[in-house]
């Protein structure tokens, strides 16, 4: 049973009515499997009540239920488990009976982590403090819908600190309660919070400061990394769909989406293709992975990616950037330092040596320097009589085919462009293309042998441009 919460905008109350009351009309609307594409994004699954019982399977949509750690000397089973935090994409944390975290005794490892499978350490040998108190779970903020830090305790368990309405973030977390909404709809929503409320660490107060720490930032917080961008005044929705997953693939960045819609780029640069490197995508570059939410992969390599797109093309390392409160340098100050304008920007070592790692700052700083004009590819360098004067699919041979076809394009200019296969029901299959690409005719293979017969659909998207042909797999 959802527990209601009432809460007041101007002299309405609004009443919280949970995400199955959204399910009947938003279920393909706007758009076919709009509500389950929400289910399986990873809003859903911040905090999952298991409540002493092995949870079912497709409990999560992408990942099994995780093994469970061993804590307090205890190897532990379902039974042990009140709830479980996450298990999507990245890590999994398990809660127990009273609402408290489990950290275990010092040595333990409490944190399973999705992307290698491993478990590692969380607060190991912490709790109990020196007054006896263990970890309490305090994020229901960013965790639960309709939260109340002032309401008490979730459940009457000690360990939850505030209550909610509905665990994970849910349409009403940021539609607002949708009681009057769901009696006439006609009434908009009131509006809840936005993605910055939660993808933050610093206040507002303090300017959204960047937390810093051991070679790698904080997760959660691309709201403090866009506001201190040249994307500030951008809204989150102008490059992600929120009600589907992005690090699954499963729709979280548009179709239609590039960063050329904006950032067309010229002959000059290339259209920013680099010489060299001209498979990479925009973000491989301006959106490295220097933060950590579960694990890092490598030395200057974590697992969420950064959205401060400035990049320091000089020879700072990035412990040379870490600062104090007051952005003043200090060696386990905890935060990134600041522009006078207010503005950051990534060093080099997570630019460019989270791939390039057996150089050094050195030379990524004299590559990097002005590499859109120094190493520009020989994009657009073809006479334009050998250019083709059309956005198109233009063949598809064979087709129908088994188990292999090729997929011929055309781009009448430099584009970032993808190419993905979907089966009949829309799903995804495969990835073909996705990175900068010459203008000219190109040509990508896909191969049907680990899929079943049945039409397809090959979809091209560049730029604001995007077309779609079906062929036919046939065993």
Known sequence: MIAMMFVTFGAIAQEYVGDSACAGCHANMPADGFYQGYQDSGH???????NGEEPAEGTWPWTENPPLPVAWGEQLDWSNVKAVIGNYYWK???I????FIMTGLEGETTQWNLLNEEYSGYHSGEYPDDDGNLKPYNCGRCHT????????????LPGFIGTWTEEGIRCEACHGPAGDHVADTNVAP????????CHYRDSEENGHRNPWKGGFFKHHQQGEDIAHSPHDAIGCNACHEPHRSVVYNDGGIPEDFSCSNCHPGNDDNSN???AGMEWLDCIDCHMPKSGKSGQVTGTFAGDVRSHMFNINPGTSAREDMEVDGDNVPTAGGGFWFQEENGQMALTLDYACLNCHDTQDLTWASAYATGIHTNHASSVGELASTDMPNDFDITRIFPNPFNPTTTIEFNLERPYVARVNVYDALGRMVSELRSGPAQAGTHSVTFDGTDHASGIYF???????NSTMQKMMLIK
């Open 44 to 50: 859903p699954y911040k905090l999952t009540m298991t």
């Open 92 to 94: 999994a944390r398990v």
């Open 96 to 99: 127990d009976h009273d609402g």
């Open 145 to 156: 819908t309709g939260y109340d830090a002032e309401g008490g305790n979730q459940y009457d």
């Open 190 to 197: 009131p509006g809840g919070i936005d993605c910055a409320g």
């Open 272 to 274: 920013y293709s680099v």
């Open 458 to 464: 090959v979809r091209l998207t560049a730029g604001g």
